[in-house]
T-cell receptor, first 114, second 116 residues
């Protein structure tokens, strides 16, 4: 399957600082999805990127898909304590019987100190 | 609430016991997925259903695991003779199924299993 690697594993910032997490693949991805998981919670879908070089924004969150469709990033401007959680990138991987499943990175855990 | 629901939310069991979890997907979703998540890791795919048919199983799904979706609605995941290594969060997700390679998967709250 398509393996996705995420860095950093952890990030601790002061409230108001910016935060970026990176997702990389050795193979070209058809699309990439980002999820957020709050402590004790479940993954919640944030966004899907499909096009080469695509940039999408959701308020303080900016998502980018690389030109070669092998990497992606999530940038949060001026973090708030509500941003605390683990951010996962995920790519669809083709299964043996023609189905698809999400292949998740290990995630980046963000801690924001007031 | 029309999201994905899972029961129970927590299960503590002794090694060797059998456990069963239930997932109720979003009502119009044809595809249902089971994932397992351990501490510090992202969710890992276990199996999925298109309506009532189980179409794929991961190598992670040993013979002790069985999943069903008898009427194409809710699904159950059973683990027989549980082992301590089965301790994890078991997540269910559903999607429309119109375009499986791009459809958003919506996750339930998960069932956290602890095997003593």
């Amino acid at each position: 399957g398509q393996q996705v690697m995420q860095i950093p594993q952890y990030q601790h910032v002061q409230e108001g600082e910016d935060f970026t997490t990176y997702c990389n693949s050795s193979t070209t991805l058809s699309n990439i999805q980002w999820y957020k998981q709050r402590p004790g919670g479940h993954p919640v879908f944030l966004i899907q990127l499909v096009k080469s070089g695509e940039v999408k924004k959701q308020k303080r969150l900016t998502f980018q898909f690389g030109e070669a469709k092998k990497n992606s990033s999530l940038h949060i401007t001026a973090t708030q304590t509500t941003d605390v959680g683990t951010y996962f990138c995920a790519a669809f991987t083709r299964l043996p019987n023609s189905g698809y499943a999400l292949n998740f990175g290990k995630g980046t855990s963000l801690l924001v100190t007031p | 609430d029309t999201g994905v629901s899972q029961n129970p939310r927590h299960k503590i069991t002794k090694r060797g016991q059998n456990v069963t979890f239930r997932c109720d997907p979003i009502s119009e979703h044809n595809r249902l997925y089971w994932y397992r998540q351990t501490l510090g890791q992202g969710p890992e795919f276990l199996t999925y259903f298109q309506n009532e048919a189980q179409l794929e199983k991961s190598r992670l799904l040993s013979d002790r695991f069985s999943a069903e979706r008898p009427k194409g609605s809710f699904s159950t995941l059973e683990i027989q003779r549980t082992e301590q290594g089965d301790s994890a969060m078991y997540l269910c997700a559903s999607s429309l199924g119109t375009r499986p390679s791009t459809d958003t998967q919506y996750f339930g709250p998960g069932t956290r299993l602890t095997v003593l």
